[in-house]
């Protein structure tokens, strides 16, 4: 079946403007993760969705970056004012459940590049 | 979730298993190891996950020892398309978030 999709697949912007980035999770996954890795480094946790609410955004490193998933299947990724320090790799991934036995499934990522 | 310990690289001849460790020695009764790797530019797959007991799937083979304070990730037969990072995490029970170390860069080689 159909995996996790993320559009676009690259994006690249200047410094100080607004960019949405997009995660498609697999149908039926109620949890929904982001994730961001930088160049030479391991993915780092962001935010988590159960259904439409952000159950832990802890992750999140400033108020410039805000996610939502309205209806509790899509979600957008929303990064205002970019710095060149955003660009990374930003990850998405979904599961069926939020338990520990429910395996994360990651999508290919979005590659951001801030200029 | 605890904190673990890979070696940064391994080399290994194709068609030979591949055998990948990790430390997990603080690890608690009710933390799963999860296994993931990554190929260049694409997202991290799931390989594997156990408690307690050894755990075998198509793609590997997960062996945890008797105390639970190390495990190593069992590749039997390494192709070329296994090269990539190889991370090693230890999931606490209602924890959300995958917390990735530095991994262990597999290199396959002919």
């Known amino acids: 079946g159909a995996g996790v999709s993320q559009t676009p697949s690259n994006k690249v912007t200047e410094k100080g403007k607004y960019v949405e980035l997009r995660c498609d999770p697999i149908s039926g996954h109620t949890a929904l993760y982001w994730y961001r890795q930088s160049l030479g480094q391991g993915p780092e946790f962001l935010i988590y969705f159960q259904g439409t609410g952000a159950a832990d955004d802890s992750g999140l490193p400033n108020d410039r970056f805000f996610a939502v998933r309205p209806e509790g299947s899509v979600s957008t990724l929303k990064i205002q004012r970019t710095e060149r320090g955003d660009s990374a790799v930003y990850l998405c991934?979904?599961?069926?459940?939020?338990?520990?036995?429910?395996?994360?499934?990651f999508g290919p990522g979005t590659r951001l590049t801030v200029l | 979730d605890a904190k673990t310990t890979q070696p940064p690289s391994m080399d290994c001849a194709e068609g030979r298993a591949a055998n990948l460790p990790c430390n997990h020695s603080?690890?608690?009764?009710?933390?799963?190891v999860y296994w993931y790797r990554q190929i260049h530019s694409q997202g991290p797959q799931y390989i594997i996950h156990g408690l307690k007991n050894n755990e075998t799937n198509e793609m590997a083979s997960l062996i945890i020892t008797e105390d639970r304070k190390s495990s190593t990730l069992i590749l039997p037969h390494a192709t070329l398309r296994d090269t990539a990072v190889y991370y090693c995490?230890?999931?606490?029970?209602?924890?959300?978030?995958?917390?990735f170390g530095g991994g262990t860069r597999l290199m396959v080689k002919p």
């Open positions: 995490i230890v999931r606490y029970n209602a924890g959300n978030m995958l917390t």
């Open positions: 603080t690890i608690s009764g009710n933390e799963y």
């Open positions: 991934a979904s599961s069926l459940g939020g338990g520990v036995t429910d395996t994360q499934y």
